[in-house]
T-cell receptor, first 112, second 111 residues
């Protein structure tokens, strides 16, 4: 079954620590994305990648970093520079803009 | 600046009646629009799309209407069912891979 997998589902991090969220897809999609969801703010784009070894900043990239070494994988690192990291993080992929996105099930990150 | 707006944060509808969810946008370059449905602690799932060359697209109980002159789209769900209770997001793109999402409307269908 093709899909997009995010892990872990819940993640706790101490302030000042970096943490990496995993996103893997076996849909053979070229493009991958990271969004953040906060209450009342919808989905905000953090980073996106249209092809391997290339990625662009979204609207709220500060304090985050990504890599795209493989087509299937697009990990997101939440660094200690991100001031409000507690949120629900969604990874998505798409074959092109016409068909929209397939989303993963999300990772809830809590900073303690 | 919010380019895609869903001004109603929540909506309650009786089972069997019509649900109408609204979405407004400001960027006239947007030419493709999507609706997603999201349950708590899950990723959004694609519902229905519409391109700017159409003014209506229908899929079963779901119909999306696009009014380009008003920069407005709406999602109609008829008849509404309790399983439709979720948060609905509209999203818009200007022909690139990148979609801009609205803030979502929480629909509650009352049995």
């Amino acid at each position: 079954d093709g899909g997009i997998t995010q892990s872990p589902k819940y993640l706790f991090r101490k302030e000042g620590q970096n943490v990496t969220l995993s996103c893997e897809q076996n849909l053979n999609h070229d493009a991958m994305y990271w969004y953040r969801q906060d209450p009342g703010q919808g989905l905000r784009l953090i980073y996106y990648s249209q092809i391997v070894n290339d990625f662009q900043k979204g609207d709220i990239a500060e304090g985050y970093s990504v890599s795209r070494e493989k087509k299937e994988s697009f990990p997101l690192t939440v660094t200690s520079a991100q001031k409000n990291p507690t949120a629900f993080y969604l990874c998505a992929s798409s074959i092109d803009s016409v068909y929209g996105y397939t989303f993963g099930s999300g990772t809830r990150l809590t900073v303690v | 600046d919010q380019q895609v707006k869903q001004n109603s944060p929540s909506l309650s509808v009786q089972e069997g009646r019509i649900s109408i969810l609204n979405c407004d946008y400001t960027n006239s370059m947007f030419d493709y629009f999507l609706w997603y449905k999201k349950y708590p602690a899950e990723g959004p799932t694609f519902l229905i799309s519409i391109s700017s060359i159409k003014d209506k697209n229908e899929d079963g109980r779901f119909t999306v209407f696009l009014n380009k002159s008003a920069k407005h789209l709406s999602l109609h769900i008829v008849p509404s069912q309790p399983g439709d209770s979720a948060v609905y997001f509209c999203a818009a793109s200007s022909g690139t891979y990148k979609y801009i999402f609205g803030t979502g409307t929480r629909l509650k269908v009352l049995a």
